[in-house]
């Protein structure tokens, strides 16, 4: 595979490493960031695209990998070799750490090896050996301290030492007790980390000891105690021993652990995989960058792809970037960019090519799951203006020097981007020569994105079956760039227009024109034209698409409002039915105590109320009838579902049987005589009695009552 130092840096991956950098815990893994290159393997570069993908989803999904800091040891694993050489202490502590990490990491990948077979498969074949933290904890305590019964030699030589502390300590005391009248008044100090009585210069010499210094001013004189003298000896002696013993036990824990050095390898080599894979997976996140689908064919399809780089400077100023979506195929291998600068012609070449490199580099990209990646032997670019003072290299003979090298290398498998496509000569003649290099590479069948402002270049792509022109596009009224790539047409340069809107004096603009082919003025304009059209005819489609969407939401609401009205005017006409309903009651009850006032016929007004009151139950009998019948049919399915279904559901209600049985014998077994329960709903304690099958006798003191076990709990 063929990317040049001055490919990467065009498209600054540079950045994009140094932004993974971050992520990483060690200097070692930095340095293996920034060596980081398109993958020669096209399955080793597949596996570790998944395997970053896998710890993705593990951030995403808020179970992430237990990964955290660990330990370089490179500088002494490689003198456990060497005789008599032993590791110093806080190495045994890196050395425990780095193990114990890998035991967590295995039990994580064993415990999601569904969800991450790729990883799985790294550490499947690596072993934990507990032996490794065992001997270490043989040693060491937990603040990092060598055990007292690490050796028994050890052993003795500290109780020693503690007993000559405590003896030390109390023979001072006495003798600064003794010594209370020619003392300071600060009374000790240390010195040299020894415990010193203050004494006043002129009394010194009424305290036997060992003379060790004075104040600043003279005035105190520093002395050790003659009565402590003889113990501090031995107990520097002792030190001195204890020192000797620490390193005997070293230099055999180091044997020991030598013995696991490949197994220290190995683990130190699978967290550096984990540091570096963990970075590009955490700068993923960052970035919205996904895993998109693999082909082996020749094929660069993105979908709302973003310029990582660009897309983290707009995120940090809070501003928002605009992606780009393009094919490049087999059927449609070269676009020719067209339109005015600072339109994002440049940017888009970069995005294009960056995103190249990141996936054959092992880096998930910032695009929709739609898109597609295949892959490429050599990536030429030239971009930007690369001036050669060192070899006396104009902008355009570094051009040509960079033609020249593609031309003799590239193939089929070649991907081109060149930014500002042929200039930096005569445009008639510089042209020409643009076009045919142009020619040339599509002959070869070469992939390649240009930009250009040539026109003879947009009409040659014209011609071209498998080649195609795409414009930047423009608000023609306000020339603002919108930073939207639009394939299928050539863009217009606008640069009479854009030097209008810099104010450029109108007159000067017309003998500018008049300088000009008139066909060339003329397809300009055809072009700009078209362009505008188009942006107005997308303007319009999305309006269209955004009413559409606003009418579904609107359908929605009215159907859920009309829904809500029916209901309404059904209930108000339940409400106005029993409403006539009781009027016409309440005005045959006044009829009757009309008709009662005038004849007090007591009589008649009970046969004409029982009347009434006859008439309403045989409506309310015919409904309940009704009711009846519908509860009878119902009755019969349900009856008929029974019977079809009653093999099931008797093996059904077994279980739940036997599933309560289970629970009350288990409650059964939880309880026993003499424990304290209480009731459910009753805040009474009682104690238990007795247990009788399902049946438990409940003392309150006053009284025993019984009741089902499920009905009683523990306290």
Same mark, same amino acid.
């Given at each position: ?13 540079n ?10 815990y ?41 990964f ?31 193990t ?17 077979p ?12 507990k032996?490794?933290?065992k ?13 007292d ?6 052993k003795?030589?500290?109780?020693r030492?503690?007993?000559l ?30 415990r ?19 104040s ?69 996140f960052l ?75 092992? !880096? ?28 006396h ?18 193939d ?16 008639e ?38 080649a ?9 009224k ?37 300088k !000009? ?70 005005k ?34 015919k409904? !309940? ?25 008797s ?55 019984q009741?089902?076990v499920?009905? !009683?709990?523990k306290?």
């Amino acid at each position: 595979m063929q990317i040049s130092e001055q490919t990467l840096k065009d498209l600054e991956f540079n950045a994009v490493q140094k932004e993974i950098a971050a992520f990483a815990y060690t200097e070692k893994v930095d340095n293996y960031i920034f060596q980081l290159k398109p993958y020669e393997d096209h399955q080793l570069l597949i596996e570790d695209l998944q395997t970053t993908n896998e710890i993705l989803s593990s951030i995403e999904g808020g179970n992430q990998i237990p990964f955290s800091e660990y330990y370089i040891l490179d500088e002494n694993l490689g003198r456990l070799e060497i005789e008599n050489y032993y590791l110093p202490a806080e190495e045994f502590f890196k050395i425990k750490a780095n193990t114990l990490q890998v035991k967590e990491v295995l039990k994580y990948l064993t415990a999601f090896k569904e969800y991450s077979p790729n990883l799985f498969q790294k550490g499947e074949s690596i072993v934990y050996e507990k032996s490794i933290v065992k001997l270490i904890d043989q040693v060491f305590n937990k603040f990092g301290e060598i055990k007292d019964d690490a050796s028994p030699e050890l052993k003795i030589v500290r109780d020693r030492l503690r007993h000559l502390n405590g003896r030390i300590t109390e023979l001072f005391n006495k003798s600064m007790a003794y010594h209370a009248d020619y003392l300071d008044d600060i009374r000790e100090s240390v010195f040299g980390n020894r415990r010193v009585l203050a004494v006043k210069s002129f009394q010194r010499k009424r305290v036997k000891g060992q003379f060790l210094g004075t104040s600043k001013t003279g005035s105190i004189t520093f002395i050790e105690p003659e009565s402590v003298l003889a113990p501090r000896r031995e107990w520097e002696e002792l030190k001195e021993e204890e020192k000797h013993l620490i390193i005997q036990i070293l230099l055999d824990l180091t044997a020991q652990i030598a013995i696991y050095k490949p197994n220290l390898e190995e683990y130190q080599t699978f967290l550096e995989y984990i540091d570096f894979t963990q970075a590009k997976a955490n700068y993923a996140f960052l970035i919205n960058g996904i895993l998109p689908k693999i082909s082996e064919n020749r094929i660069i399809k993105l979908i709302d792809a973003y310029h990582p780089v660009l897309f983290l400077n707009n995120k940090r100023r809070e501003e928002k970037t605009i992606p780009q979506s393009l094919e490049l195929n087999e059927k449609c291998r070269i676009i020719i960019i067209s339109g005015p600068n600072a339109g994002g012609k440049s940017i888009t070449l970069k995005t294009i090519g960056l995103l190249q490199i990141m996936f054959q580099s092992g !880096v998930l990209v910032p695009v929709k799951e739609e898109s597609q990646f295949g892959f490429f032997n050599q990536i030429f670019t030239d971009i930007g203006d690369n001036q050669s003072i060192e070899n006396h290299l104009s902008t355009y003979s570094y051009r040509l020097k960079q033609m020249s090298y593609f031309l003799k290398q590239a193939d089929d498998k070649t991907l081109l981007l060149v930014d500002e496509f042929g200039t930096g000569s005569d445009p008639e003649l510089g042209g020409a020569l643009a076009e045919v290099f142009f020619e040339e590479f599509y002959e070869r069948n070469s992939f390649g994105v240009f930009t250009t402002h040539y026109t003879n270049i947009k009409l040659s792509a014209e011609s071209l079956p498998e080649a195609i022109n795409a414009c930047m596009l423009f608000d023609k009224k306000s020339l603002d760039p919108l930073y939207r790539l639009e394939v299928g047409q050539a863009g217009s340069s606008f640069t009479f227009e854009v030097a209008e809107k810099n104010k450029i004096p109108f007159r000067l603009i017309n003998r500018a024109k008049k300088k !000009v082919e008139s066909e060339k003025v003329s397809l300009d304009k055809t072009i700009l034209k078209l362009q505008q059209e188009k942006f107005e005819i997308q303007k319009t489609k999305d309006q269209v698409e955004e009413l559409r969407d606003t009418n579904i939401e609107n359908n929605e609401k009215l159907e859920i409002t009309n829904e809500k009205i029916q209901q309404k005017l059904y209930d108000f006409q339940q409400l106005y039915d029993r409403e006539q309903k009781t009027m016409m009651i309440g005005k045959r009850i006044v009829d009757m105590s009309d008709s009662y006032l005038k004849s007090k016929n007591k009589k008649q007004l009970i046969a004409n109320f029982l009347k009434i009151i006859e008439m309403e139950n045989s409506k309310k009998t015919k409904e !309940v009838q009704q009711l009846k019948k519908i509860e009878k049919i119902v009755e019969k399915e349900v009856q008929r579902e029974l019977k079809e279904n009653s093999a099931t559901i008797s093996k059904q209600k077994e279980v739940i049987v036997q599933k309560e049985k289970a629970e009350t014998k288990k409650k059964i077994e939880a309880l026993k005589v003499g424990d304290r329960v209480k009731i459910h709903g009753s805040t009474s304690v009682g104690t238990i009695d007795k247990i009788k099958k399902d049946t438990v006798f409940v003392n309150y003191g006053l009284f025993t009552t019984q009741i089902n076990v499920n009905e !009683v709990y523990k306290i």
